[in-house]
Nanobody
Framework: QVQLVESGGGLVQAGGSLRLSCAASGSTFSIKDIGWYRQAPGKQRELVARISSGGSTNYADSVKGRFTISRDNAKNTVYLEMSSLKPEDTAVYYC??????????????WGQGTQVTVSS
């Protein structure tokens, strides 16, 4: 069982940078795939980036080249480094455990997330 807590959000001007952290507890963290998601006002929750237990990464087209996901298993933490931020990046950001079973994606429970606000 893995428990995740997001932090690092805040208010930043367009073009600025932020680093989000996803801190985990649980001895099995190192073998879990972790995704960063976001939900903007009036929008569906969407996948921003994911990182596998082996370090492979995937990014949404909207953030590719601007965001970097990484993990430090020794610190039980996954990071999302965001640069060249745009107002449309404004959202609540969440991290979650991803697993596949019988060809379907399963997620853990959603936490509080961390608010990112980008001003123009």
């Amino acid at each position: 069982q893995v428990q995740l807590v997001e932090s690092g959000g805040g208010l930043v001007q367009a073009g600025g940078s932020l680093r989000l952290s996803c801190a985990a507890s649980g001895s099995t963290f190192s073998i879990k795939d972790i995704g960063w998601y976001r939900q903007a006002p009036g929008k569906q929750r969407e996948l921003v980036a994911r990182i596998s237990s082996g370090g492979s990464t995937n990014y949404a087209d909207s953030v590719k080249g601007r965001f970097t996901i990484s993990r430090d298993n020794a610190k039980n933490t996954v990071y999302l480094e965001m640069s060249s931020l745009k107002p449309e990046d404004t959202a609540v950001y969440y991290c979650n455990v991803e697993r596949y079973a019988s060809g379907s994606l399963y997620l853990g429970p959603w936490g509080q997330g961390t608010q990112v606000t980008v001003s123009s």
